[in-house]
């Protein structure tokens, strides 16, 4: 008797929460190798150092954006990026719910007094966009107000593009399936539970209204002066190399090497008498 041949059962489209779904990917890539991955991160962080004196020694405004839902690994790249970064030079915008006081304001408002000066680079861990995703699905704004968004945001990026700052916009796309599989795992770890909250346990009851908003969103901001760039994140190794990576090719950047200076022999101090130490209060030798 021959055996039947297995067929793969079909994936209903109620069953597919969004477009990065695993299931829609085919089989699952190979796990990068802890030593591949540090070093090439290592590789990457160096050419980070290049651009930043790149950045800094031609005067550029660099804003770079990064979005994606609760746990898809935002905070992650940033913390990579930053790792050997100059803080006067790269910073990071990380801005709490607005204040009263803000919410009287222009929505922009708040956002343009972080944006960079010469030389120096921003990177916005959430942005403006709130207003397209959680203030919208959570009601914290009007309609009018979302819809005069979406109107006026191309308007406010386009005007950043002709004021000479260069804006690269990232959406870190992971499917429901991982995002629960994280949220699980800071649950169990001391340290990440400040990364969970309410607000991202009700997010996640409504996954099908973010997706929508996403969609509307890319919809009406994903404009040729500043584009989306979508990460798949699923992995996260992946998608920080494949992040960084890709920031390095959008910006053109030259290698300055900078003259190393030399360490100076200390100079002969003459009528310098160190204090008593008694007199200084020291950290107790508890290790």
Not at 70 to 92: F, T, Y
Request: charged share 35%; net charge positive.
């Amino acid at each position: 008797m021959t055996k039947k041949k297995a067929v793969k059962k079909p994936i209903k489209k109620a069953d597919a929460y969004h477009e990065d779904d695993p299931r829609l990917k085919g089989e699952k890539e190979e796990k990068l190798s802890k030593k591949f991955y540090e070093k090439e991160l290592f590789r990457l962080q160096v050419e980070l150092v290049k651009l930043q004196e790149w950045v800094k020694e031609k005067k550029l405004k660099v804003v770079i954006v990064f979005e994606g839902r609760d746990a898809a690994g935002k905070g992650g790249v940033i913390k990579r990026i930053m790792q050997h970064m100059n803080p006067r030079i790269c910073n990071i915008v990380a801005l709490p719910a607005p204040t009263e006081r803000e919410k009287t304001q222009w929505y922009f408002q708040r956002y343009t007094a972080h944006l960079p000066a010469a030389g120096e680079i921003a990177l916005f861990d959430r942005s403006w966009y709130n207003r397209a995703g959680v203030e919208r699905v959570m009601e914290f704004c009007t309609e009018d107000e979302y819809q005069e968004f979406l109107r006026f945001c191309p308007e406010f990026e386009c005007s950043l593009v002709r004021s000479g700052i260069i804006l690269i916009k990232y959406w870190f796309s992971v499917s429901n399936v991982e995002q629960e599989q994280r949220f699980k795992a800071r649950a169990l770890e001391r340290h990440k539970l400040w990364k969970l909250s309410p607000m991202d346990m009700e997010s996640r009851s409504r996954w099908m209204d973010y997706s929508k908003c996403k969609d509307d969103m890319f919809f009406n901001t994903d404009i040729p002066q500043a584009p989306w760039y979508v990460v798949p994140s699923d992995d996260k190794k992946r998608a920080r190399l494949n992040c960084i990576s890709h920031l390095l090719n959008v910006i053109p950047y030259k290698d300055l090497k900078p003259v190393v200076p030399k360490i100076p022999p200390l100079k002969e101090g003459k009528g310098y008498k160190r204090s008593a130490m008694h007199t200084q209060t020291f950290v107790p030798k508890k290790y």
